[in-house]
């Protein structure tokens, strides 16, 4: 099972991280990766000079609403593929 944990600290949260989450929901929903995938909010995650943190089994990487698609498609997919 793969973590993904996407920050909802203050920071992130105005950068959009709550359209982070949605996105990956949305992918998550589409693609039926809930045995797959388990996506938890996490608070302040120390990188607030960067996008939206997301970890990824402890990875932390800077994502944006803009980016997150993206992110998942290839990221995120990839370790799911190569786990
Ligand atoms: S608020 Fe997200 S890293 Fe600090």
Known sequence: MLELNVCIGSSCHL?????????F???IEDE????RVEM???FCMKQCQN???????GKVFSVSPETA?????ETVLNEIKAG
């Open 15 to 23: 950068k959009g991280s709550y359209n982070v989450i949605q996105t």
């Open 25 to 27: 929901q949305q992918i």
């Open 32 to 35: 039926a990766l809930h045995d």
């Open 40 to 42: 938890k909010a996490q």
């Open 51 to 57: 996008g939206v943190s997301v970890a990824m089994n």
């Open 69 to 73: 698609r993206q992110f998942f498609r």
